[in-house]
């Protein structure tokens, strides 16, 4: 079990793409959605699929066990997903000694950029990287489970600029 602890950030301006390291392209659906808890299924490059289990509680830590799954159950598993399938490129982005990872949505969600960043560490404001924009770890509209299971439509999201 890994303890997940994340900021998310919408993405101000493109400065970060000079600095991308790896991308990887994913779909993901989930097959179940409750208050402090999410099943997920992310397929990596039409190559590989991941199972995720994620339980929240109090402050940003949330528990996560993966599991892999074969490709071909997962396909099929997605004819089970709720709400709308994500589509999306993640982008490796290194600064300051931290990674950050720079989803760029397609499909239904075009438009929206929003980098994480998992770390322990707080890391000061100053010491962010320039291309960040508004903080919206606590805004629950830009978060996976929610964004596919029906929100972030009708211009209810900031979109990047």
Not at 2 to 11: C, G, N, Q, S, W
Not at 58 to 76: N, S
Request: no cysteine.
């Amino acid at each position: 079990m890994a303890k997940e602890i994340e900021r998310k950030f919408l993405v101000a301006d493109a400065a970060w793409r000079d600095h991308v390291e790896a991308e990887i392209e994913m779909r993901q659906f989930y097959l179940a959605a409750g208050p402090g808890r999410t099943i997920r299924i992310r397929i990596n490059n039409g190559i590989d699929a991941i199972l995720t289990l994620k339980f929240s509680g109090p402050g940003r830590g949330r528990d996560e066990f993966e599991y892999a799954v074969p490709l071909p159950e997962a396909l099929e598993m997605q004819a089970f997903a709720l709400g709308r399938v994500i589509e999306k490129t993640r982008h490796h982005v290194r600064f300051g000694g931290y990674l950050y990872e720079v989803d760029v949505f397609a499909g239904s969600l075009t438009g929206l950029v929003i980098a994480e960043l998992e770390t322990p560490d707080i890391v000061p404001t100053e010491n962010l990287p320039p291309w960040l924009g508004r903080d919206v770890t606590n805004d629950g509209r830009y978060y996976n489970a929610y964004l596919a299971l029906g929100g972030g439509s009708g211009g209810e999201l900031e979109l990047a600029g």
